[in-house]
């Protein structure tokens, strides 16, 4: 079982930048594919990026290709999500979560294990 804590939200405005981690707890991280998620109010969550167990793959929403970046720290047991050029439909909430590789990558519903999220509001 994997436990995930994020941290890193905040008030940020358009243009800026935030850095999200997601620490995870258990000795078998890099055995999961991770991923970010985000949830707007009244929305749906929805996929944001993810990486493989090594970090050799990403996947990205289309509309955070060339803004954000996913990466891992498989000794520290951590995933980042750097947030660069922030808009204000990017505010959410942001969570992580862990899943198989042998599921889905951009599916909420094929991950096993979610962090509690944290609020990302891009507001001038």
């Known amino acids: 079982q994997v436990q995930l804590v994020e941290s890193g939200g905040g008030l940020v405005q358009p243009g800026g930048s935030l850095r999200l981690s997601c620490a995870a707890s258990g000795r078998t991280f890099s055995s999961y594919r991770m991923g970010w998620f985000r949830q707007a109010p009244g929305k749906e969550r929805e996929f944001v990026a993810a990486?493989?167990?090594?970090?050799?793959?990403?996947y990205y929403k289309d509309s955070v290709k060339g803004r954000f970046t996913i990466s891992r720290d498989n000794v520290k047991n951590t995933v980042y999500l750097q947030m660069n050029s922030l808009k204000p439909e990017d505010t959410a909430v942001y969570y992580c979560?862990?899943?198989?590789?042998?599921?889905?990558?951009?599916?909420?519903?094929?991950?096993?294990?979610w962090g509690q999220g944290t609020q990302v509001t891009v507001s001038s």
């Open positions: 990486i493989s167990r090594s970090g050799d793959n990403t």
């Open positions: 979560a862990a899943n198989s590789p042998l599921r889905s990558t951009i599916v909420a519903s094929a991950y096993d294990y």
